[in-house]
C-alpha cells in the first residue's frame, strides 16, 4: 500500500505563488511516477502536471512557464510550486503516485483558492 499527504494549499491573491507538498510512504518502491491534478467546482478533474523517477516532466498548457514540478527522493516529496497564480487556477489539486499499469493512490486533496 501507498499513502501519499497533501499539503500547502490556500487563500492567495491573484499573482501570488504557492507551494504544494505530496508526501509519500509505504510501498514507494511500486510508484513510477507522480502527477498533480485538479477539479474546479463543476468542471472535470484534470491534469496539471506528472513527474516520472527518471525526473521526466509535463505540463498542461495552461500552467507552462508558471507551475514547476519538482521530488525530494530523499523526502519521498513531489512537489508543485505554483508563480503567476490566475483565479481560474482555484481548484481543489490531488496528487496521485502510479505504477506502468495506472494509478494506485490519490492524496486526499488539498484546496487553492486565488482571489483576483
Known amino acids: 500500500q501507498v499513502q501519499l499527504v497533501e499539503s500547502g494549499g490556500g487563500l492567495v491573491q491573484a499573482g501570488g505563488s504557492l507551494r504544494l507538498s505530496c508526501a509519500a510512504s509505504g510501498k514507494i518502491f511500486t510508484i513510477n511516477a507522480m502527477d498533480w491534478y485538479r477539479q474546479a467546482p463543476g468542471k472535470r478533474r484534470e491534469l496539471v502536471a506528472g513527474?516520472?523517477?527518471?525526473?521526466?516532466?509535463n505540463y498542461a498548457d495552461s500552467v507552462k512557464g508558471r507551475f514547476t514540478i519538482s521530488r525530494d527522493n530523499a523526502k519521498n516529496t513531489v512537489y508543485l510550486q505554483m508563480n503567476s497564480l490566475k483565479p481560474e487556477d482555484t481548484a481543489v489539486y490531488y496528487c496521485?503516485?502510479?505504477?506502468?499499469?495506472?494509478?494506485?493512490?490519490w492524496g486526499q486533496g488539498t484546496q487553492v483558492t486565488v482571489s483576483s
Open positions: 513527474i516520472t523517477t527518471d525526473g521526466s516532466t
Open positions: 496521485n503516485a502510479r505504477n506502468p499499469l495506472g494509478v494506485i493512490k
